[in-house]
């Protein structure tokens, strides 16, 4: 059980209807800034709009100085071609280089405001740092990121086509800031049912793919977190579509599918290394068919979100 006080509330609130799964699906790019190839390809007719990223740290460079100029001007530039913006929140990152957390959260009370995270293949024998992960275990660095999500939905709710938080799956270092597993459950958890209620009129969508100390389905963390976004309105997505994937297989795929007509929204990203992903039927690199059908059929995929040097795109 959460022990977080405001889910009680959320509860007796409405939630937003599903999408009817059908078919078809919609065809979006991804990216991580909108830039002139970008809107090059917003031209296109079968290209519905752009997911593109934006990180905490550049959206409030001061503590409550909120900033989203950035996506307010790229929401400018994606309706002058007719099209649709997709908000992707970064509250953690890929590389040791760049910390995705305003400044003012590295002190003692957000306990430091961020922990590094391991980009190995071994992280638990052999411990890489490769990225950093925001302390959404600490109930300070909660209230703020609540507080930035509360802003943004009182200036975008309604104007962006929906806002996804990022995927579920990370490796800390162990015994470091605090972190335990349940309490980063929870945490994720309380923070994605208080997008969905203050993000009314756009989609919210948590990336899921597994959960630390939860590797198929272990401590009923995944059957745990999918009702809970069904009960709360909140989507549902994967940062990586790699059809048959074993890992995914085991983890967060038979949810997405069991779960696709019970939230609002499933949606599923195709980024840069899945293009290189090998069919283990053909023997060859999935082609864009493999992937809808893949999503659509196995997934119930609303919307894929494409990187933007998926081969398909190069050809008019």
Not at 99 to 124: F, K, M, Q, W
Not at 147 to 172: C, F, H, Q, W
Request: charged share 20%.
């Amino acid at each position: 059980m959460l022990p977080f006080l405001f889910i009680g509330a959320l509860a007796s609130q409405a939630v937003a209807t599903p999408v009817p799964c059908n078919a078809t699906v919609d065809n979006w790019l991804y990216t991580g800034q909108i830039d002139d190839k970008t809107l090059a390809l917003l031209d296109r007719s079968d290209i519905a709009g752009v997911q593109a990223l934006y990180n905490w740290k550049s959206l409030e460079p001061r503590k409550d100085e909120y900033d989203f100029s950035r996506i307010t001007d790229d929401l400018r530039l994606v309706q002058a071609k007719g099209k649709q913006l997709w908000v992707q929140l970064q509250d953690r990152t890929f590389s040791i280089e760049y910390n995705p957390v305003p400044r003012y959260l590295h002190a003692p009370i957000y306990t430091n405001g961020s922990v590094p995270v391991c980009d190995g293949e071994d992280c638990e024998n052999n411990f890489q740092a490769g990225g950093w992960l925001t302390v959404h275990w600490n109930e300070h660095v909660r209230a703020r990121f609540q507080d930035l999500l509360k802003a943004m939905a009182s200036e975008l709710d309604g104007r962006i086509y929906g806002m996804n938080l990022a995927e579920t799956s990370v490796e800390p270092e162990g015994n470091k800031n605090n972190f335990t597993c349940q309490g980063y459950f929870d945490g994720e958890l309380e923070n994605a049912g208080y997008a969905a209620s203050v993000f009314r009129k756009s989609y919210v969508v948590q990336y899921v793919n597994f959960w630390p100390c939860g590797w198929a389905n272990a401590n009923n963390y995944l059957s745990t977190s999918f009702d809970f976004y069904a009960e709360h309105g909140v989507g549902v997505g994967g940062p990586d579509l790699i059809p048959y994937r074993k890992g995914q297989e085991d983890n967060s795929y038979p949810f997405l599918s069991k779960y696709r007509s019970k939230v609002p929204i499933s949606v599923v990203a195709v980024q840069e290394p899945d293009l290189a992903a090998i069919n283990p039927n053909t023997s060859k690199p999935f082609t864009k068919q493999e992937f809808t059908n893949f999503a659509v059929n196995n997934l119930g995929s609303q919307i894929i979100f494409w990187a933007e040097s998926s081969p398909w795109l190069s050809s008019p």
